[in-house]
C-alpha cells in the first residue's frame, strides 16, 4: 500500500546543501569580507530561492518561520497552500539543512533553474547540491528522509563537480588569494580598490545587512581588531574560537524517534516528525547560541578589553574574535554552561579549538588552525570511544601558520608528547582525574596551575625549554625546582594522579606555552585591578 502511494504521489521532497562554507567565507582576511559571506551564506535561501519560486509563482514557497515560527505541519495544510498557488513548503530550515516539499517535478526544475542563475550572479562561487525523491509516504517521513540521504544525496555529492570558473588571461590582474579576476572596484576604508566580483558581492552584502540596521539581522561586535588587543605595541594577541557541536545527527535522529516523542506516543509520520525537527531546530539555537552569547559576554566582563567579534553563528556552530587573555576562560565558560540543565538523555556537549595570532596576522590562516584544533578533539573522541564529552584545543601561532595543525606541531612543537586536546567535561567520568588513564581534564589543568604557582615565575619558562630538549632534561629540570623549592612541597604527579612521566612532560609544556596569558593568576588578578 506504501509502496502504491509513492508511485502514485507526484509530490517531490528536496533537500539543498550548500557546500565548502568555510572555504568560501575564508577566502579573504577582510573582517567586513568574512562577514559578508557568512550573512550570503546565512540568507541564501531568503535571497535566492525564494524570489525564484515567486518569479515562477505569485505565491512562491510557503515558509513556516515568516508565519510566526510556526512548528505544525498537516497534510490537510499543505494541500491547502497548494490550492492557494503555492509551489511547495518549506519542510524543514535549520543545522544546515533546507528541506522542501514541492507539489511537481516541474515546479521543483523551473525554481532550480532561477535559484541557480541568482546563486551565480550574487555570490559568484558558492556550491549548493540539490536532491530529491519523487513521491513521497506522508506516513513515513524517515522512510523517505534516509532515501534521500542514502540512496540520492550521498551519490550526488561523490558525482558533484568541483571546478570554478577562472575566467582569466596571462596578463588579468587577479587576487592574490582567491586568484579571481579583479573586475570591479570596492571602497575599503579610505581607499578605493580593485576587487574580485565575488569580493564586490560579499562588501555589498555586508553594507546592506548594516543598512537595515535590524539588530537581529546583524551579526554583532566591533569591527577593528586592533581595537581588541592589550596594549598596541606591548601585546598585540587576539584569538579566534572556533566551537562546534557534537554528535548533532545522532541528535537529529533521537529526536525523531517515535517511542522518544510525546511520551511514547508518536509517529514516523510528516506531522509528528517535522513538527519535532521544528522544536529541535528552535532548541539548538537558543541552548548552542542565543544563551551561550550572554555567557560569553559575562565572562568578557570581567577582563579589561570586553570587546569581541562574532563571525559566524547558525545551527550548533559559532566562531568569535576577542582578546587572546580571555579566550580560554570564554571557551571553557561556553562548554560548561552548555551542559547545564541538559535533558538526562540527550546531553549537549561541542568541542572548541582556541588559534592564538597577532592582529596583523592573516586572520583566515589563523581561522583554519582553531577549525583544526577543535577537529582535533572530535578524532579523539572517535580514537578512544568518548561520548557526551566537551574537549578543547588551542594552538599558539608563533611561527609559520601555512601549513597544518599536524605539521606545525611535529616540526615546532613535540608531537604526539603533548596533553592537549584537554576534556572540560564527561559525562560519568570523575572531574579531578584522568579519563581513559590518559586524558587531561580540565581539573588536573588547574590543579597543574598551582603546582606551577609554587614553582616562581624564573623556573617557569626553563620548564619550557626543557621539555622540548627531551625527557631526560625535562626530568633534571623538574628534580632542581623541587629540591629548590622544598618548603613549597611542590608534587608535579597531583598526589599521584599523574604516573607517567610523559604525560607531566606534555602537561607542563602546553600550559607554560600560555601561562602569561591564562594562567598566572597574579598577572592577571593585576591586570583586571588596572582594567577596572
Not at 513548503?89 to 541568482?118: C, M, P
Not at 514516523?268 to 548552542?288: A, H, T, W
Not at 570564554?330 to 552548555?338: H, P
Not at 613535540?414 to 586536546?421: H, K, L, N, T
Amino acid at each position: 500500500m506504501s509502496e502504491k502511494k509513492k508511485k502514485d504521489n507526484r509530490y517531490i521532497l528536496a533537500m539543498y546543501d550548500i557546500r565548502g562554507k568555510q572555504d568560501y567565507i575564508y577566502k579573504s582576511n577582510k573582517m567586513k569580507e568574512i562577514i559578508g559571506a557568512s550573512y550570503i551564506i546565512r540568507d541564501c535561501f531568503e535571497d535566492y530561492l525564494y524570489p525564484a519560486a515567486k518569479a515562477c509563482s505569485r505565491k512562491g514557497i510557503y515558509n513556516y518561520k515568516a508565519a510566526a515560527g510556526n512548528t505544525e505541519f498537516t497534510r490537510e495544510g499543505f494541500k491547502r497552500h497548494l490550492e492557494e498557488g503555492y509551489l511547495g513548503e518549506v519542510i524543514y530550515d535549520g543545522g544546515g539543512n533546507f528541506f522542501v516539499l514541492y507539489q511537481d517535478i516541474d515546479s521543483y526544475r523551473k525554481v532550480n533553474r532561477l535559484f541557480f542563475r541568482k546563486v551565480l550572479e550574487g555570490t559568484y562561487s558558492l556550491r549548493v547540491l540539490s536532491s530529491y525523491i519523487e513521491g513521497v509516504d506522508f506516513d513515513d517521513y524517515q522512510a523517505d528522509r534516509s532515501q534521500l540521504y542514502s540512496e540520492v544525496h550521498s551519490k550526488d555529492e561523490q558525482q558533484e563537480s568541483m571546478l570554478h570558473s577562472v575566467n582569466t588571461f596571462p596578463f588579468t590582474q587577479v587576487d592574490y588569494r582567491s586568484y579571481l579576476p579583479l573586475s570591479a572596484k570596492q571602497k575599503v576604508g579610505n581607499h578605493e580598490l580593485k576587487v574580485s566580483y565575488e569580493s564586490k558581492m560579499k562588501y555589498r552584502k555586508y553594507e546592506q545587512v548594516m543598512r537595515e540596521r535590524r539588530e537581529d539581522r546583524i551579526i554583532a561586535g566591533d569591527k577593528i581588531l586592533d581595537d581588541m588587543i592589550t596594549e598596541k605595541g606591548e601585546e598585540s594577541l587576539l584569538a579566534v574560537i572556533y566551537i562546534d557541536g557534537n554528535n548533532m545527527g545522532a541528535q537529529v535522529e533521537r529526536c525523531l524517534n517515535p517511542s522518544r516523542q510525546d511520551g511514547g506516543s508518536g509517529t514516523k509520520s510528516y506531522e509528528d516528525s517535522v513538527r519535532k525537527l521544528r522544536e529541535f531546530s528552535s532548541y539548538i539555537q537558543e541552548n548552542y547560541i542565543d544563551n551561550r552569547i550572554k555567557d560569553v559576554d559575562a565572562v568578557l566582563e570581567k577582563f579589561p578589553n570586553q570587546k569581541r567579534r562574532f563571525a559566524i553563528y547558525a545551527g550548533d556552530e559559532i566562531t568569535f574574535i576577542c582578546n587572546a587573555r580571555a579566550a580560554y576562560a570564554v571557551a571553557v565558560e561556553y562548554l560548561k554552561k552548555l551542559s547545564e540543565g541538559e535533558p538526562a538523555d540527550a546531553p549537549r556537549t561541542s568541542c572548541a579549538g582556541i588559534a592564538i595570532f597577532h592582529s596583523h596576522a592573516p586572520y583566515a590562516d589563523a581561522y583554519r588552525i582553531a577549525e583544526e584544533c577543535c577537529e582535533s578533539g572530535k578524532q579523539l573522541m572517535k580514537r578512544e570511544n568518548i561520548q557526551n564529552a566537551s574537549l578543547i584545543d588551542f594552538h599558539y601561532c608563533q611561527g609559520a601558520i601555512g601549513t597544518s595543525l599536524e605539521d606545525i606541531r611535529e616540526q615546532e612543537e613535540m608531537g604526539d608528547a603533548i596533553s592537549r586536546p584537554w576534556m572540560i567535561r564527561c559525562q560519568g567520568e570523575a572531574g579531578d582525574k584522568l579519563v581513559h588513564g590518559k586524558l587531561i581534564t580540565g581539573n588536573i589543568v588547574e590543579d597543574m596551575r598551582r603546582q606551577l604557582e609554587l614553582s616562581g615565575r624564573s623556573n617557569i619558562k626553563k620548564l619550557l625549554f626543557s621539555a622540548r630538549r627531551g625527557k631526560a632534561d625535562f626530568e633534571q629540570e623538574l628534580n632542581r625546582i623541587i629540591a629548590h623549592q622544598s618548603g613549597k612541597k611542590i608534587d608535579f604527579t597531583l598526589g599521584g594522579r599523574l604516573t607517567d612521566p610523559d604525560q607531566i612532560r606534555g602537561l607542563v609544556y602546553d600550559m607554560v606555552l600560555v601561562y602569561d596569558l591564562w594562567f598566572d593568576q597574579k598577572r592577571k588578578e593585576g591586570t583586571q585591578k588596572d582594567g577596572q
